[in-house]
């Protein structure tokens, strides 16, 4: 007989199968309601085993909803595995409306205020940025050029470099090292970064963002990338904005005013729009560039942090290098801080639709009126049906590393992605890359891919994302903080350079899914207050993809 205490996990009273918590040898015997299950085969932690017979074509369920189906009979003792199930997931349909869900107590977090930038329009940011973006790729070398001149003198600097490393490697080869005694050595590592002082104390940085995309490709996806683009510069984290445009591109100047004065009709931040063709020579540009720059800068500098309710924040959702644990403790520890939120008038932001295949009859039930509840399950099957039509439905969501780590099967991968959500109802439907309006959770449709999801809900209003993984992985975005959880201790023990919160002590027991929640959401008010900065911020991770909507999952 094996302790079951933190060994295996049965999800849902209605579950035909186990998590197993860590690896349990084949052999193993496992008591489970009353019954003992000898173990037919090794399961690795984080996989799952069968508590009964299965026949061929048999339904598997975890988190209690339809997860897969069996391609052969199944021994009870048996891993789940690619090989003998595959995904299934249950058809959805227009349902009644079930709002009513339990609240969290929130008198912890009630009278919490962060300290925020104030905007003119009511939001309030957690940083205060300069942007500088391309109108079209052709501007991206601009871009960089700009960069390179402004980032260093102004003492914007983040990232290490590695100069002195490079500097031992030649300095090796220069006095005669072999390249065997070059890879074994111990290069110079400096201690501490040197940068320079900030000159404006109160800007965060410049973010310069680059992308492949104005130019070329749909009118629809040229109009996406100027709504996501005035997303960013009527963000909350954003004080001002530079904007190059070549002049003859599809992305034209007057599409992304459109766009701005959508997401905010009375705008009056410093825009620079600056069409190289109309300019001229390259050194016209660029001085003028840097002259209108700086000069919003000055302006940008002059703004300071005041207390701000928390209702003020906006939390996208995120998850990225998922694992078999991520359902069961950092997930679900995400869904408790939405609720807290939610709670007291704040906005969270659920996305990467084809991470909810399998559980859209719930969410769609959630959604607060029949005409939210319609569009969202447009926007699902709209978009599996364009994954299909090119070979690829939302079945072949789960990524190699998702599959080694147990994700066997999207829906098993999406019913533990939606714990995220938590238990409110669904405010709003969103459509890339419509913007945050309502106090609730929000759904926005995105692809489940790290990057491009993250970078839609930091354009739809996300003034903090909360990216939980189980693998590790550095994603971050350029304006707003990224905050990484992991799902394991072991992985936040091996990567705790990229990793900020540890969820799992709720695998090992030590700590519930609330405290793991209470303390995720008071680190998170620190970094709004710019007390705390996380790892991604830290290491300058300014991930950029915006979405083409030819399909990406």
């Not at 004080?239 to 009709?265: F, M, N, W, Y």
């Not at 990793?499 to 929640?517: A, F, K, P, R, S």
């Amino acid at each position: 007989m094996t302790d079951s205490i933190h060994t295996f996990l049965q999800i849902h009273p209605h579950d035909n199968v186990l998590v197993a918590l860590q690896d349990i040898a084949k052999g193993t015997v496992v008591p489970f309601n009353g019954d003992n299950i000898t173990l037919l085969t090794d399961v690795a932690a984080k996989h799952k085993f069968t508590i009964t017979e299965l026949a061929l074509d048999q339904e598997i369920y975890m988190y209690g909803v339809l997860v897969g189906k069996t391609n052969q009979p199944i021994a009870k003792g048996t891993a789940i595995t690619v090989d003998n199930i595959h995904h299934a997931a249950s058809d959805f349909k227009l349902g009644e409306r079930k709002l009513n869900w339990h609240k969290p107590q929130v008198d912890k977090f009630a009278q919490r205020t962060f300290l925020g930038y104030h905007r003119e329009d009511g939001s309030v940011g957690t940083a205060n940025y300069w942007l500088v973006i391309p109108l079209v790729f052709c501007e991206n070398r601009n871009i960089m050029v700009l960069k390179d001149a402004l980032v260093e003198k102004l003492g914007f600097r983040k990232a290490k470099n590695y100069e002195n490393e490079v500097d031992s490697l030649i300095n090796l080869y220069q006095t005669g090292n072999s390249v065997e005694s070059i890879l074994n050595a111990d290069l110079q590592m400096e201690s501490a970064e040197k940068r320079s002082k900030k000159l404006f104390e109160n800007i965060d940085g410049i973010k310069f963002l680059t992308h492949d995309m104005g130019c070329g490709g749909t009118r629809s996806d040229t109009d996406a990338l100027c709504g996501l683009l005035a997303g960013y510069i009527t963000h909350p984290n954003v004080a001002g904005a530079t904007v190059l445009s070549l002049g003859c591109q599809h992305a034209q100047a007057s599409i992304l005013e459109t766009e701005i004065k959508k997401r905010d009709p009375n705008f009056n931040k410093p825009l620079i729009m600056l069409e190289q063709q109309k300019i001229g020579k390259e050194s016209t540009l660029m001085q003028e560039a840097l002259k209108q720059t700086f000069a919003g800068l000055i302006d940008a500098n002059k703004l300071e942090r005041k207390p701000a309710p928390i209702s003020k924040l906006c939390i996208g959702l995120e998850c990225g290098g998922s694992d078999g644990f991520s359902g069961i403790s950092a997930n679900p520890a995400l869904g408790y801080v939405s609720d807290v939120l939610v709670s007291l008038g704040g906005s969270v932001i659920l996305a990467e639709f084809p991470e909810l295949c399998g559980v859209e009859q719930e969410m769609s039930d959630r959604c607060v009126d029949v005409d939210t509840a319609q569009k969202f399950m447009h926007l699902m099957r709209t978009y599996n049906a364009r994954a299909e039509a090119d070979g690829s439905g939302f079945y072949a969501n789960p990524s190699p590393g998702n599959i080694k780590d147990g994700l066997i099967t999207d829906a098993i991968k999406s019913a533990g992605a939606a714990k995220k959500a938590g238990n409110s109802p669904v405010a709003a439907v969103l459509d890339y890359p419509e913007k945050v309006t309502k106090p609730g959770l929000n759904l926005l449709c995105t692809p489940g891919s790290d990057v491009e999801s993250t970078t839609a809900e930091v354009g739809s209003g996300a003034n903090i994302v909360l990216f939980t993984t189980g693998l590790g992985t550095p994603t971050g975005n350029p304006i707003t903080p990224v905050i990484k959880l992991s799902t394991n201790t072991r992985i936040f023990e091996r990567m705790p350079d990229i990793i900020d919160i540890n969820c799992g002590t709720i695998v090992e027991g030590t700590e519930t899914i609330e405290q793991v929640g209470e303390r995720i959401l008071n680190y998170v008010i620190d970094v709004a207050s710019g007390v705390a900065q996380p790892k991604s911020v830290q290491l300058g991770q300014d991930d950029f993809i915006p979405w083409k909507r030819g399909v990406s999952l």
